[in-house]
């Protein structure tokens, strides 16, 4: 199940650990409900003809990773996704001096999708003497989404420069109410062209969100979520534009725990087959995402 901590006391920014984080790094996790896949492109004009890459997901001991890169002499677009029960990164880069030069237009697109389910998820009441059939906990998740659509305006000169990044984040938790903000987690930042400000969406706060959970002993109930994400990069009327697009959320989702619950230090607990407890919060370890970034030829990271 890979590492985790316990959440002490009232959640805040700032995650205390109770002990000893346990750590199965070995260990092949439960690959049920989970899907990772991505896409690249890089081309001049016609997407067809173009540079392509793109990947469902390979399984290791600490998700379901999946990566695809479309690399040009001067430009690459890479995605990246990664997804494991209480846990998904979603994250899209194109980069380079994108040039047009004997065609119309030169873009670059990386497209991600990350998901988790579980519905079995079930609250056992163990050996707690309590007439209840139920109650309401708080469950506790994270979201951190990073926007960077970047043109060099000073070298872009009279080109036509469009940057656009869409995400969409759902969440499910019983039948909570996952969106307190009353809005999406997700949008579409647009930069209009050289010289020009981002465009931002009306999107609900990112960081760490908490919302109340009714549930009753024994019954099952889903604890789910899916991150999608489109970027896309493109230059018209000028050449070797340096654009520098980096879009994603990291985490697009974390789980960090369950407080509130009555009877949590009298042997209630949260569990399914994929996830022996739900009320601790997941830590990725070591971020498999990130090791297949640190792990490319520093030449296909940045290029300016």
């Not at 346990?22 to 081309?43: K, M, P, Q, R, T």
């Not at 690399?71 to 690459?76: A, G, H, L």
């Amino acid at each position: 199940m890979g590492c985790k901590q316990r959440l002490l006391g009232v959640v805040s920014a700032v995650v205390v650990a109770a002990g000893t984080a346990e750590c199965a790094h070995a260990e092949i996790l439960c690959l049920d409900g989970l899907s990772a896949n991505v896409e690249a492109f890089e081309w001049l004009d016609d997407k067809s003809t173009g540079i392509s890459d793109m990947s469902d997901g390979t399984a290791s001991a600490f998700g379901l990773v999946a990566h695809a890169l479309a690399d040009r002499e001067t430009s690459f677009s890479r995605a990246r996704a990664f997804a494991n029960h209480g846990y998904l990164e979603v994250w899209g880069i194109n980069n380079g001096l994108y040039s047009d030069a004997g065609a119309d237009s030169s873009s670059g697109q990386a497209i991600a999708h990350a998901s988790f389910l579980d519905n079995q998820v079930v609250v056992d009441k163990g050996d707690f003497e309590t007439e209840a059939t139920g109650g309401t906990f708080m469950a506790w998740f994270k979201i951190q989404r990073g926007v960077t659509l970047n043109v060099d305006d000073g070298e872009a000169g009279p080109a036509l420069a469009q940057l656009a990044g869409g995400m969409n984040i759902f969440v499910t938790i019983g039948g909570a109410d996952t969106q307190p903000e009353g809005k999406p987690y997700g949008g579409t930042w647009f930069r209009p062209g050289v010289g020009q400000p981002i465009q931002e969406p009306d999107v609900a706060s990112d960081g760490l969100i908490g919302v109340p959970v009714d549930y009753t002993y024994g019954e099952a109930f889903t604890i789910a979520a899916m991150a999608t994400l489109n970027l896309i990069s493109t230059i018209q009327d000028g050449t070797d534009v340096p654009i520098d697009a980096d879009f994603g959320a990291d985490p697009a989702f974390q789980w960090m725990g369950i407080t509130e619950l009555d009877g949590q230090d009298e042997g209630v607990t949260v569990s399914s087959p994929c996830n022996h407890d739900w009320t601790v919060g997941v830590v990725p370890a070591p971020g498999p995402a990130a090791l297949l970034i640190a792990a490319m030829p520093l030449g296909l990271r940045r290029r300016r």
